[in-house]
C-alpha cells in the first residue's frame, strides 16, 4: 500500500478549495500539449475518492477539448485552473491536480516526467 499525505489547494482568489490525497514521493506530469503547455500547468493524477472539493463547485466553469475526455474546471472570478476531473485508462474516475496549485508548492517536491500531449 502506498503512503499517502493529505494536501490543501485551491485556485488564486480562494472561491474554490480542495483537499487531496498525495502519494508520500509525489510524482508530476508536464504535458506539451496546447492547453497544458500554455497554461504552465503540472500535473499529478488522483483516484477520485482521493479529491474533496471543500468549496466553490458553483464558482466552476468547464472547458472541453481535443478529444473532450478532460473536464478543464476554472474558477470564473480569477481564471485559475487549479484541477480537472476524467478518467483513466481502465475507466476509473481519476482527478488530476494541478500541484502548482497546492498551498507551499515548492518545484522540488515532485518528481516531474514530460510528455508529449502534443503529437496526441
Do not use: W
Amino acid at each position: 500500500m502506498v503512503e499517502t499525505e493529505t494536501r490543501q489547494g485551491g485556485c488564486h482568489c480562494g472561491a474554490v478549495r480542495y483537499t487531496v490525497e498525495l502519494d508520500r514521493d509525489p510524482a508530476a506530469l508536464s504535458c506539451n500539449c496546447s492547453m497544458c503547455g500554455r497554461a504552465g500547468t503540472l500535473l499529478s493524477f488522483v483516484p477520485a475518492p482521493r479529491f474533496h472539493l471543500e468549496r466553490g463547485e458553483e464558482a466552476t466553469t468547464d472547458y472541453l477539448f481535443n478529444k473532450h475526455h478532460i473536464h478543464h474546471l476554472f474558477c470564473r472570478t480569477c481564471g485559475i485552473k487549479s484541477f480537472a476531473r476524467g478518467s483513466g485508462a481502465d475507466g476509473r474516475e481519476m482527478v488530476a491536480v494541478n500541484v502548482r496549485c497546492l498551498d507551499g508548492f515548492e518545484p522540488g517536491q515532485f518528481r516531474v516526467t514530460q510528455v508529449d500531449g502534443r503529437s496526441r
